[in-house]
């Protein structure tokens, strides 16, 4: 049997306190950002007047905040309003519809996150960790491991930065404003639970609390904790659950995606559909399609027999494979086979475009291609 790495959930857990960012207006709600003004000495509205430039008019700058006391506006904005992503390499693709931002954070952990521009609305893909705990073999994130958990206002805050991207006109041919947030950059959503749900009430939360996305343009990702998608379920939020499957059978899942060891396959499915039942959302199962590993056609009637009949939507992904890695794409022709086997079971199924290819598209390319670099110009000074 191949012998799979361990397995780690939450830096927290295992004693050693990760450095947390300073606190950030998008870690609190009105009340706690209220009270936090009044902390300072300033009067309880001058919450509003800030949160409004944060998250209605996308603006930063104190020296744009004109409504605010030329005295105080630096006090209240660096307060409010910390540096908590520093922007390392912005890189677009695509004719300019794709445009992937790599970030250092304070304790100088990398992040990434990809704004994507169709003609009808904006994407924007959002890391929640920085690295990954879940160890997947054929993600770049997954080599590295977890760093840490990101805060609230460090999450959002890429969803916020990349509106204003969008809102200045630089993704082409899309509309301005940004419209869909998805969970599926760094690390695994569910394993930062508190954190990202507070991020997502911040995304639809109507400006000046929140930036006002619709619940059902927010996306949130999963290799399938399952106590944590029951307790997704129960949160009165209608945003739609990826789970990320890879393989319809325990054997190769265990290998693929080792969470898998923990909750197999049919528990998974079953935590899926009580889901989909709770929320009336389709689950969207997200299916990297890997050579010779996980695309025979077999696996594809497998998987439409798991899914027939059920509220669920399959997304292909073509594998983005990773430098020097032993996976690769399924060809075409085996992606089409594929694709048409399930449709034949009667599952709704797509093939994810490739948006981002040029520029180390797949999730914690970026990053690690940063810390290549950063390796080789430490070796060669
Ligand atoms: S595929 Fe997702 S869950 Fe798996 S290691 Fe990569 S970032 Fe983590």
Redesign the pocket.
């Known amino acids: 049997m191949t012998s799979l790495p361990l397995i780690s959930v939450d830096p927290d857990a295992r004693g050693r306190k990760p450095a947390m960012p300073p606190r950030h207006l998008a870690d609190l709600d009105l009340p706690g950002r209220r009270a936090l003004v009044t902390e300072l000495g300033e009067p309880a509205f001058r919450a509003k007047q800030v949160s409004n430039h944060y998250f209605g008019r996308l603006v930063r700058d104190p020296e744009r905040m004109t409504d605010l006391p030329a005295a105080t506006r630096e006090r209240l904005a660096g307060t409010l309003l910390p540096t908590l992503l520093t922007p390392v390499r912005e890189l677009a693709c695509d004719d300019g519809a794709t445009r992937k931002a790599l970030w250092r954070l304070h304790d100088g952990s990398l992040v990434e996150s990809v704004l994507m521009g169709y003609p009808d609305r904006v994407t924007v893909c959002i890391s929640s960790?920085a690295g990954?705990?879940?160890?997947?073999p054929?993600?770049?994130?997954?080599q590295a491991g977890l760093t840490r958990n990101l805060s609230t206002a460090e999450i959002v805050d890429q969803a916020v930065y990349l509106a204003g991207v969008a809102a200045s006109g630089a993704v082409a041919g899309s509309p301005p404003r940004l419209s869909h947030v998805v969970f599926?950059?760094?690390?695994?959503p569910l394993a930062n639970y508190a954190r990202v749900v507070a991020a997502i009430r911040r995304l639809v939360a109507p400006a000046p609390e929140g930036l006002g996305l619709s619940q059902r343009h927010i996306t949130v990702?999963?290799?399938g904790l399952v106590p944590a998608i029951r307790r997704l379920a129960s949160e009165d939020l209608s945003v739609t659950l990826a789970l990320?499957l890879h393989a319809p059978d325990d054997e190769l899942r265990d290998e693929l995606?080792p969470?898998n060891q923990r909750w197999k396959v049919s528990e998974v499915l079953e935590a899926a559909w009580d889901y989909a039942a709770t929320t009336g959302r389709r689950v969207s199962i997200e299916y990297a399609m890997i050579k010779d590993v996980n695309d025979q056609p077999w696996r594809a009637d497998l998987l439409g027999r798991l899914l027939a009949g059920k509220l669920a939507h399959v997304n292909l992904i073509p594998l983005n494979p990773t430098p020097g890695s032993r996976w690769d794409a399924s060809p075409k022709p085996v992606e089409r086979e594929f694709v048409r086997r399930l449709r034949d079971a009667g599952v709704s199924t797509t093939v994810r475009d490739t948006r981002g290819r040029e520029i180390d598209g797949a999730?914690?390319q970026l990053a690690a291609a940063e810390d290549t670099d950063s390796d080789s110009r430490a070796a060669t000074a």
């Open positions: 960790q990954c705990g879940m160890a997947c054929f993600c770049a994130t997954g599926m950059g760094m690390g695994e990702s999963t290799v990320s995606v969470v999730c914690g």
